[in-house]
Nanobody, 127 residues
Framework: QVQLVESGGGLVQAGGSLRLSCTAS?????????MGWFRQAPGKEREFVAA????????GYADSVKGRFTISRDNAKNTVYLQMNSLKPEDTAVYYC???????????????????WGQGTQVTVSS
């Protein structure tokens, strides 16, 4: 079993930045597991934001965040980050971290391909 704990959400003005963190624990988790970030805004379905495969240069982003958000990981800490810059009100959502149970080369955007999920962290961007 893998546990994911997110942190770093909060309230920020438009144009500001936040960094989300997600720390994984569990003896089966390694740095080759694929990880991703998803978000769900009020009244909308959960959507893909960013993902990272292995090696760590394999990243993918939703078009809506490309150029503004960066996903990265610290393998020594079993932590994945989502650096969010130039935030917009439409980025307001609950952000979820997710992890796959196996080696993942290409970044995975499909929610159904993830095995573990965090509890979510709220990000609110005011205009």
């Amino acid at each position: 079993q893998v546990q994911l704990v997110e942190s770093g959400g909060g309230l920020v003005q438009a144009g500001g930045s936040l960094r989300l963190s997600c720390t994984a624990s569990g003896r089966t988790f390694t740095y080759t597991n694929g990880m991703g970030w998803f978000r769900q805004a009020p009244g909308k379905e959960r959507e893909f934001v960013a993902a990272i495969g292995w090696p760590d240069g394999n990243t993918g982003y939703a078009d809506s965040v490309k150029g503004r958000f960066t996903i990265s990981r610290d393998n020594a800490k079993n932590t994945v980050y989502l650096q969010m810059n130039s935030l917009k009100p439409e980025d307001t959502a609950v952000y979820y971290c997710a992890a796959r149970a196996q080696l993942t080369l290409a970044p995975e955007a499909r929610q159904t391909h993830y095995d573990y999920w965090g509890q979510g962290t709220q990000v609110t961007v005011s205009s």
